[in-house]
């Protein structure tokens, strides 16, 4: 892979900024949007040095932007979710715009970091915080020891609140 941003970047878009914003765009079915997720595809791509050879270019900058069309889609799904959420509150407790956005970014960072563990240790943190079972109630669940339950419940946590304290570094 080349590796110098003037020559390799250039080139990358002046050859595949077309075929990508048209890709894009008939998968989104939006002109904004798709030109919005070609140019966070070219910035992905710059942030990671990372510059493909013309043979291999199509493919990679398709593997960008699929994950950035994923990651915006999540982001929707979390935001209405906190949206639907907020409906259901008095007018008075609602947040500001501002407030909304921070909220959904950190609830963004939750769910990243929750997608990245096992999926035992995913499935324990959600039977105990949103099924509300008990420790024991689990591992009888997921036929593991209790302390093992405790283990996994303390990985969850602690990926958690290092996307929580991540996001307030930003």
Known sequence: MPTHPDTGLTRLY?????WLYAWLR????CSHNAADLAQDTYVRLLNSGRFPSQDQARPYLLQIAK??????????????????????????????PEETALVVE?????DSALARLKPVVRETFLLSRFEGLTYREIALRLDIAVATVRK???????????????????
Not at 26 to 29: D, L
């Open 14 to 18: 002046s050859d595949h900024h077309g």
């Open 26 to 29: 008939r998968r989104m079915g």
């Open 67 to 96: 994950g950035l069309v994923i990651d915006r889609h999540r982001r929707r799904l979390i935001e209405q979710a906190y949206l639907d959420a907020l409906a259901s509150q008095p007018e008075t407790l609602a947040p500001s």
């Open 106 to 110: 950190v609830l963004v960072r939750i």
């Open 152 to 170: 996994y419940m303390l990985m969850a946590i602690q990926s958690c609140m290092s996307a929580v304290t991540d996001s307030e570094c930003a």
